[in-house]
């Protein structure tokens, strides 16, 4: 209970909503929501067809991606990233996911991690985005929101929260955002 009351601090500090979901299978979930100024499509399609340009965008975090299987953008296609959380550590970390599914109409993409250094703590590690207007009557004045679902399986029960990477989705995805309006 402790390291649950701990991460719903860290959320709230980072200014996440957050959905804490516990039981037997240790499934935990977040939900962060953010606005952004840029275009709902703009940053939609940065995400669905142009993830390899954050090692340009962000190299301070994102080290290298490759396509491992596919084209990188369609459904079952797999990336291998390296990356590094600076205020974590500087050990640069490896992640494969995979395209799991996109749903164009909804500017929805769900990517799940398949191996790497975070599945050492979990079991599963998914992520999905939605992107839509904060205003639908108003679409071009009214800002974006960006929904993010991280629903993760621990290992055991004493495995650490992912605060350091949450919180590097959410800092990414917001700073993406104002990078866009450049």
């Given at each position: 209970m402790a390291k649950v009351i701990s991460m719903v601090?860290?959320?709230l500090r980072l200014g996440l909503l957050v959905l804490v979901l516990t039981g037997k299978t240790q499934i935990v979930g977040a939900q962060?929501?953010?606005?952004?100024?840029?275009s709902a499509d703009k940053l939609y399609n940065m995400f669905r067809h142009n993830m390899m340009q954050l090692t340009t965008i962000f190299p301070n975090y994102f080290k290298s991606v490759k396509i491992v299987k596919?084209?990188?953008?369609?459904?079952?296609s797999i990336r291998q990233w390296q990356y590094v959380i600076p205020e974590a550590s500087s050990k640069v970390m490896e992640l494969k996911e995979t395209i799991k599914s996109v749903d164009e109409e909804n500017r929805s993409i769900t990517v799940s991690v398949l191996g790497g250094d975070l599945l050492t703590h979990y079991k599963s590690f998914d992520v999905t985005m939605a992107v839509t207007p904060k205003d639908i009557d108003n679409i071009e004045e009214s800002g974006r929101k960006v929904k993010l679902w991280i629903q993760f399986e621990k290992r055991t029960a004493d495995a650490h929260s992912p605060d350091a990477h949450i919180?590097?989705?959410?800092?990414?995805?917001?700073?993406?955002?104002n990078y866009l309006l450049q």
């Open positions: 601090r860290t959320f962060i929501e953010t606005e952004v100024k840029c596919g084209d990188g953008k369609s459904l079952g919180g590097l989705i959410a800092h990414v995805t917001k700073e993406l955002g």
